[in-house]
């Protein structure tokens, strides 16, 4: 009997591993719907749907491994980064969802979610201040007018499967939606800015380097917080504490 590996798990949803399947538990369905939704009309290689049975969707595991994760190192070569940026290209480039996405909120919803999120970082003396008000302040260039992207909504590099210099797979698609293509980028180089050239050279495009940056520090002052309060470590070396030290 092959064994059960518990991926994920935290108050909002989980995910387990039982040999080649998934097994996705979450309470939200219409976050469950978005996913579904999302993979069958990403124009990249996604997860099979097995089955769905609410609140469980089995998927089946994708082939390769991935590039990485935040806060540990990369082993993926420059051409498997490359390759993971055509493949976001091309799904930037597809025909928009019907829905807004995690990369699409509003200027003014993501301002005031920010100003209250350093608040209460700094309040409750989670961060320094000085690397709270630094990084509040370079986050300031990602409030900017964009044009709607196609966007995953999540795409750190541990949802990305590549074997050899092939995408092979792009799983975890409930955050997917209309938005900022720029925060997807932003999202998959997070902790690896040392790839960011060879994603930018496989995207096909000039990146606003300041955007990025932006994205970087806004996402992590964002994600600091909840991270801690759902079991995860922030502080962890190359996570997303040091994202925003490396702003300074």
């Not at 498997?80 to 597809?94: M, N, P, S």
């Not at 970082?121 to 690397?131: E, H, K, M, R, S």
């Not at 992207?149 to 209309?178: C, K, M, N, P, Y």
């Not at 994603?199 to 940056?213: K, N, R």
Request: proline fraction near 7%.
């Amino acid at each position: 009997m092959d064994e059960v590996e518990v991926v994920v798990a935290h108050s909002e949803r989980a995910t387990l591993r039982v040999g080649d399947v998934f097994l996705k538990v979450d309470a939200d369905q219409a976050r469950i719907d978005r996913e579904v939704e999302a993979m069958s009309l990403a124009p990249v290689p996604t997860p099979e749907v097995l089955w769905r049975k609410p609140p469980v969707l089995a998927l089946a595991a994708v082939p390769g491994t991935t590039l990485g994760r935040l806060g540990g190192p990369s082993t993926g070569s420059p051409a498997a980064w490359a390759a993971a940026g055509a493949a976001i290209r091309k799904l930037h480039d597809a025909p928009l969802p019907p829905r807004p996405g995690r990369a699409g909120r509003s200027v003014a919803a993501l301002e005031a979610e920010l100003d209250e999120e350093c608040k209460v970082l700094v309040t409750n003396g989670i961060l320094p201040v000085d690397l709270v008000t630094r990084n509040r302040r370079v986050a300031e260039a990602a409030f900017r007018p964009w044009t709607p992207a196609f966007t995953h909504g999540d795409l750190q590099i541990a949802h990305v499967f590549v074997d050899g210099d092939e995408v092979t797979g792009i799983i975890d698609w409930s955050e997917a939606g209309r938005g900022d293509a720029l925060y997807d980028l932003a999202t998959f180089t997070l902790g690896h800015e040392e790839h960011l050239a060879d994603v930018a050279a496989g995207y096909g495009a000039d990146l606003d380097l300041d955007v990025i940056h932006a994205w970087w520090s806004l996402r992590s002052l964002l994600a600091v917080r909840w991270l801690i309060e759902h079991g995860f470590d922030p502080f962890a070396p190359g996570c997303e504490v040091d994202a925003l030290k490396a702003r300074m």
